[in-house]
């Protein structure tokens, strides 16, 4: 392989979320909890980032946007950002739409935060899948409105649409917004054609707002295909899709992302609520362009990497932890699993996991919505080394418990 995933990379010093800032988010405390491991004895498997390396192609194109020596207030005006962006989607999932509709956020949970404050009143409410990602939820708390949640159906450790709740909760006239997760984070589901249409005549027939999260749509496993939303609802304005490059690139501390608003009146009060007014870190245009123009090739041996770290767990847990339901997902770096059979007495994976393993994970209904008891995730985005030593601490974990 040309690049190098098992290299292990020391993060301690660079004001790092998933070093630094897990105490806060996994657990709501500061430095006064101790733990019985060190903090930089922890196995760090939680938070949504790479334990890899930048691509080299994205870390040149940083240094050479630096060496044009000056740094001032940013937009986007290179066309060629557009035209990278708009080629990416076009060879990747034979998707085009109008450049025009191209708006720009620091960030997916941002633009949540700012939808769901333009497009859905007090009185209203937003609907999405559980378990769903814990800002979906936040995004509404946050504009003081109501999110009310269709739990997926769970089959042998997969995930099935719930289609009768699904329109049920949709047909709720106070229901104005859809919050869809394309592919699903966190069970890895890539949504067929036929269920993203089935989704698509529930929005249509409810005169929904649909805002689909593809943030991980470039993350799946080698030789499936993701299908956007906007493929399925060619022509139904009120459909949004928020993408980036920072979840496939790891370049989520640069804050940029690609925000896809049909509705010509929706997108023009996005901008003029922008609380950036426009503007973006010049390093991470640079960056972003970059990888959509330069990046397919280290793609292509991350994902190599990662579905086979996947089959690493997945004999692991066949082996060492049977009653564990787990199947290697079609989407993400996460290895999404049930512990409800292996251990049922605990109600707090986290911080059991913390405490026993020295692994810090998510899961459970706290940080996943709902609909997420008794389940555990596993970012394996890092080198198989690191995976196979957070593996055996939980299951000693488990076997000393079980003790």
Not at 237 to 252: E, P, Q, R
Not at 342 to 348: A, F, I, N, Q, S
Request: aromatic share 12%; hydrophobic share 40%; proline share 4%.
């Amino acid at each position: 392989m040309k690049y190098d995933f098992d290299e292990i990379i020391d993060r301690k010093g660079t004001n790092s979320e998933n070093v630094e800032g897990w105490r806060p988010y996994i657990f709501k405390c500061g430095p006064e909890k101790v733990f019985p491991y060190a903090d930089d004895e922890f196995v760090r498997m939680w938070v949504a980032d790479m334990e890899f390396a930048v691509a080299p192609e994205i870390r040149q194109a940083i240094i050479d946007r630096v060496n044009r020596r000056i740094l001032g207030y940013t937009m986007v005006y290179d066309r060629g950002y557009y035209d990278a962006l708009l080629k990416w989607c076009k060879d990747r999932y034979d998707w085009s739409f109008d450049e025009e509709q191209i708006v720009f956020s620091p960030g997916v949970i941002p633009a949540l935060y700012q939808l769901v404050e333009d497009l859905v009143g007090k009185n209203e409410k937003v609907l999405t899948m559980t378990p769903a990602y814990g800002f979906f939820l936040h995004a509404c708390e946050y504009n003081g409105v109501e999110l009310i949640t269709s739990p997926l159906k769970r089959e042998n450790g997969r995930f099935e649409i719930d289609f009768d709740d699904l329109e049920k909760k949709a047909s709720e006239p106070e229901v104005k917004m859809l919050m869809l997760c394309n592919p699903h984070n966190p069970s890895g589901r890539i949504w067929t054609e036929e269920e993203l249409r089935k989704i698509a005549d529930i929005v249509r027939k409810n005169n929904l707002w649909v805002v689909s999260d593809e943030i991980h749509c470039d993350l799946i496993r080698t030789g499936l295909k993701h299908i956007p939303f906007g493929k399925v609802m060619e022509d139904y304005d009120k459909l949004i899709t928020t993408m980036s490059a920072s979840k496939t690139f790891n370049l989520a501390g640069l804050m940029f992302s690609n925000i896809i608003i049909r509705d010509a009146a929706e997108r023009q009060r996005f901008q003029d609520r922008d609380k950036n007014i426009g503007a973006a870190n010049p390093l991470s245009i640079a960056a972003h362009k970059a990888a959509y123009e330069h990046g397919g090739s280290w793609l292509e041996e991350l994902k190599a990497y990662i579905d086979g770290s996947f089959d690493m767990v997945k004999n692991f847990l066949s082996e060492n932890l049977p009653e564990a339901v787990f199947e290697i997902p079609q989407a993400t770096y996460f290895a999404w699993v049930d512990m409800s059979k292996v251990l049922p007495d605990v109600e707090d994976m986290p911080i059991f996991f913390a405490n026993n393993a020295g692994v810090l994970l998510e899961g459970g209904d706290e940080l996943f919505v709902g609909n997420a008891k008794g389940c555990i995730r596993l970012n394996l985005a890092m080198p198989r080394s690191v995976i196979k030593t957070g593996l055996e601490r939980i299951a000693e974990a488990v076997r000393k418990h079980k003790a």
